[in-house]
């Protein structure tokens, strides 16, 4: 049974920063592309960004501030945040995709097989 667990959410000041973290269990962790998400109060969930082997593809809205890596040996896949914003303020999900050989941006939501719970990302001004 795969599960996913993110932590590292809080309240935080604009202009700084936190670490998701996402522990994933009964998966082959270096099969999978792992994603992050967010989705805001009364918002569409949003992809933020995603990790496949060693390469990373961000949206537009995070690049140079959101930062994914991942440690295979401990099946964890982190998102470091820096210079956050109000407009950060969201449930921050992980998501995972078997994905031996496959293709394409995964960047929607339909694209993944396996979510985690969500943490609060709450960023005052």
């Known amino acids: 049974q795969v599960r996913l667990v993110e932590s590292g959410g809080g309240l935080v000041q604009a202009g700084g920063s936190l670490r998701l973290s996402c522990t994933a269990s009964?998966?082959?962790?270096?099969?999978?592309?792992m994603g992050w998400f967010r989705q805001a109060a009364g918002k569409e969930r949003e992809f933020i960004g995603r990790?496949?082997?060693?390469?990373?593809m961000y949206t537009d809205s995070v690049k140079g501030r959101f930062t994914i890596s991942k440690d295979n040996a401990q099946n964890t896949v982190y998102l470091q945040m820096n210079s956050l914003k109000p407009e950060d303020t969201a449930v921050y999900y992980c998501?995972?995709?078997?994905?031996?050989?496959?293709?394409?941006?995964?960047?929607?939501?339909?694209?993944?097989?396996?979510w985690g719970q969500g943490t609060q990302v709450t960023v005052s001004s």
């Open positions: 990790i496949r082997w060693s390469a990373t």
């Open positions: 009964g998966l082959t962790f270096s099969t999978y592309v």
């Open positions: 998501a995972a995709r078997y994905c031996p050989a496959c293709s394409g941006s995964l960047s929607s939501f339909g694209e993944y097989n396996y």
